[in-house]
């Protein structure tokens, strides 16, 4: 099976480099996606990288990953991280390796984010690193995948 890996970016971060930098840092969003794609090919795996600010858009890309041929999701899930049942289904139901990231500490933040409704359908969870949230994210789902491959 080739090694395909699918990012996803929720809402809101195609504004990454001037939203909110104070909180979510000073990269772009193409920034972050040149940084995995750099990680990624070091490691001999494929990077697919969507972002999307609509809800059903997120659930068709989940729900058709695994007939795509992606091994894993790298999902940065923005503010439906909170709010999104659907989402979180989705995830559930793909059968894939799922890791959640995000830039800012959820847990350190207003109590409205304190809740991840997809924390517990996903492997794991990396956040408050900033960007570095990202890349951490990517090592730790390879790895996973990794491990998939040598138990098979
Ligand atoms: C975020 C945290 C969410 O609470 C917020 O709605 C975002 C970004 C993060 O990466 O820190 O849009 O997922």
Not at 28 to 48: C, Y
Not at 93 to 111: F, Q, T
């Amino acid at each position: 099976m080739a090694n395909k890996i699918l990012v996803l970016h929720g809402p809101n971060l195609d504004l990454l480099g001037t939203r909110e930098p104070e909180v979510y840092g000073r990269l772009t969003l193409a920034r972050i996606n040149r940084m995995l794609q750099v990680e990624a090919k070091r490691k001999k795996f494929r990077l697919e990288i969507k972002q999307s600010n609509h809800e059903g858009v997120l659930v068709d890309l989940i729900g058709k990953a695994g007939k795509a041929g992606f091994r894993g999701i790298l999902i940065n899930p923005a503010a439906y991280t909170h709010t999104s049942v659907a989402l979180r289904d989705a995830v559930a139901a793909c059968g894939l390796k799922v890791v959640e990231v995000h830039l800012s500490n959820i847990y350190s933040r207003e109590e409205f984010r304190h809740k991840s409704l997809i924390s517990p359908v996903a492997s794991g969870t990396v956040l408050g690193f900033g960007a570095k949230s990202y890349t951490l994210g990517l090592a730790a789902l390879i790895d996973l995948l990794a491990e998939v491959s040598i138990l098979k």
